[in-house]
Nanobody
Framework: QVQLVESGGGSVQAGGSLRLSCAAS??????????WAWFRQGPGKEREEVAT???????TDYADFVKGRFTISQANWKTVALQLSSLKPEDTATYSC??????????????WGLGTQVTVSS
């Protein structure tokens, strides 16, 4: 199993920055993670994917609404960060970390953290 714990959320003014961190439990399963992602869900909104990092080649994908402002990176084999810059009030949301791997039987397994709150004031 993989447990994910987010940290780094908080309240900032528009234009400010935050750095979110996602720490996975140290396990053999974590070592087989093949993608890491950040999602967010704002008040009254559906959950949306923000950024994804693919472990095999380090490639990344970003939602259009965060391109150029947010950066996903892998600090080590079990920690992923999301740097949030030039924050806007519409970035206010609960940000959750996700990760996935393929198990020995070929099943896709997905894991989720509980999330960390980001609030941006105008």
């Amino acid at each position: 199993q993989v447990q994910l714990v987010e940290s780094g959320g908080g309240s900032v003014q528009a234009g400010g920055s935050l750095r979110l961190s996602c720490a996975a439990s140290a396990s053999a399963a974590t070592a087989r993670i093949n993608y890491w992602a950040w999602f967010r869900q704002g008040p009254g909104k559906e959950r949306e994917e923000v950024a994804t990092l693919y472990d095999n080649d380090g490639s990344t994908d970003y939602a259009d609404f965060v391109k150029g402002r947010f950066t996903i990176s892998q600090a080590n084999w079990k920690t992923v960060a999301l740097q949030l810059s030039s924050l806007k009030p519409e970035d206010t949301a609960t940000y959750s970390c996700a990760a996935g791997r393929v198990d020995e039987t070929g099943r896709n397994l997905h894991y989720w953290g509980l999330g960390t709150q980001v609030t941006v004031s105008s």
